[in-house]
């Protein structure tokens, strides 16, 4: 089993749809989480980050973590096409030097 | 936000070769640098860490007699894939973090990624 689980996708979507993606992972002692958008064939680069759990709002992008379900969430709302891209979910036990474990990705397009 | 280039974007070798890839962080000084593989459809893999001025760790699996890096300098570190293989083709991606003082979390910033192709 992976540390980390993602469903790769593809998710397509109108114009101004709300969109949700999601991560479940296995360990206990991740309590950083965090979001990353990848376009093709760059690196990438970090939405937000969400310390142990609970809810954090930047823009139209929203995080939750409910670590007793181990379950982290990120919606769009009002999306864009310019929000087409993959979208990784990523997590450490700590905020120092330890591991990053990301996801596979999902791969949104939003279709105008 | 600070950023991190890597050079070259592309490199097409032939098998047998050593290529050596470079990540620079422009407007910051990192202490920690981390080097990512990524293939088709897959996560980033953390090949290995490297700390300025001290040796790489390296993640299980991964070959450090293959892959050389070197951090010399707070602001470069080079990645060495000697003898590559077709199987080496890959997304190959680093990373740089600069350690603040205080709690949270300290955010690693992404290269655009060197695209590895081994003939």
């Known amino acids: 089993q992976k540390e980390v689980e993602q469903d790769p996708g593809p998710l397509s979507v109108p114009e101004g749809a709300i969109v949700s993606l999601n991560c479940t992972y296995s360990?206990?002692?991740?309590?950083?989480f965090m979001w990353y958008r990848q376009y093709s064939r760059k690196g990438p680069e970090l939405l937000m980050y969400t310390y142990s759990s609970g809810n954090k709002e930047d823009g139209r992008f929203t995080a939750q973590v409910d670590k007793s379900s181990k379950y982290i969430s990120l919606f769009i709302r009002d999306s864009q096409p310019s929000d087409s891209a993959t979208y990784l979910c990523?997590?450490?036990?700590?905020?120092?030097?330890?591991?990053?474990?990301f996801g596979t990705g999902t791969k949104l397009q939003v279709i105008p | 936000g600070a950023v991190v280039s890597q050079h070259p974007s592309w490199v097409i070798c032939k098998s047998g070769t050593s290529v050596k890839i470079e990540c620079r962080s422009l407007d910051f000084q990192a202490t920690t640098m981390f080097w990512y593989r990524q293939f088709p459809k897959q996560s980033l893999m953390l090949m290995a860490t490297?700390?300025?001025?001290?040796?790489?760790?390296?993640e299980q699996g991964v070959e450090k007699d293959k892959f050389l890096i070197n951090h010399a300098s707070l602001t470069l570190s080079t990645l060495t894939v000697t003898s590559a293989h077709p199987e080496d083709s890959s997304f190959y991606i680093c990373?740089?973090?600069?350690?603040?003082?205080?709690?949270?979390?300290?955010?690693?910033?992404f290269g655009p990624g060197t695209r590895l192709t081994v003939l």
């Open positions: 990373s740089a973090r600069q350690l603040a003082g205080g709690p949270g979390y300290n955010e690693q910033f």
């Open positions: 990523a997590m450490s036990r700590s905020g120092g030097y330890q591991k990053v474990t």
């Open positions: 360990n206990s002692a991740f309590q950083y």
């Open positions: 490297s700390n300025e001025g001290s040796k790489a760790t390296y």
